[in-house]
């Protein structure tokens, strides 16, 4: 540390504005248990509106993506220059694309977590010892900007009653509040908004 270069003016501002935009590493750490299929309830301030749901993995909008392609497709006619099994093919990469890319980066992150394991000390890998390319695809694939909510309530400012959705996705960095409910013995947890 004592021999590295003195940051330069702009290099500094640079740094502490990165500093500033850091994800809540708590949060990230609740996202991350949801990536492993612990649906905790949170409640999230965003822009102005509480939105209360379960964290979940990107896998259900992936899936509420695909629902939504495959009414799109279906409502569509076959081109005239396609065989039914061609415009059979077409609807089912249409509707499953989103599903597609979320088995895929499945299989990447998969595939990056087996190539760290010869790096594994004590329990934990140090990404600054592992080689550069590996480095950056461990930060690539660890990176959760996304939070996935179903079951969510949004409430806000000005409106009566809440809207309700089965999945939406909110972008953590949107994120200025958020709390959670703790679970109960069986690993469920609710949220209730407001009480007399």
Do not use: C
Not at 36 to 55: D, P, S
Not at 79 to 93: C, M
Not at 132 to 148: K, N
Request: glycine share 4%; charged share 25%.
């Amino acid at each position: 540390m004592a021999d590295e270069p003195k940051l330069s003016a702009p290099d500094r501002d640079l740094f502490d504005l990165s500093l500033r935009t850091q994800p809540d590493p708590y949060l990230s750490d609740l996202v991350e248990l949801a990536h492993h299929g612990t649906e905790l309830a949170v409640g999230l301030l965003v822009n102005g509106m509480v939105i209360i749901g379960r964290l979940n993995r990107q896998e259900a909008i992936a899936a509420a993506l695909s629902s939504m392609r495959r009414v799109l497709i279906d409502s569509s006619p076959k081109p005239d220059d396609q065989t039914d099994e061609q415009w059979e093919q077409v609807r089912e990469q249409f509707s499953n694309a989103p599903l597609l890319y979320s088995q895929d980066r499945a299989e990447q992150e998969a595939a990056v977590y087996e190539a760290i394991g010869e790096y594994v000390v004590d329990g934990s890998v140090d990404v600054n010892d592992l080689p550069e390319d590996l480095a950056r695809q461990v930060r690539e694939v660890s990176a959760r900007p996304h939070l996935t909510l179903t079951d969510a309530r949004i409430a806000a400012p000005g409106q009566q009653g809440m809207t309700s959705l089965p999945v939406i996705r909110v972008a953590a960095a949107q994120v200025s509040a958020w709390w959670f409910a703790m679970p109960e013995a069986d690993g469920t947890s609710n949220i209730e908004l407001w009480n007399d």
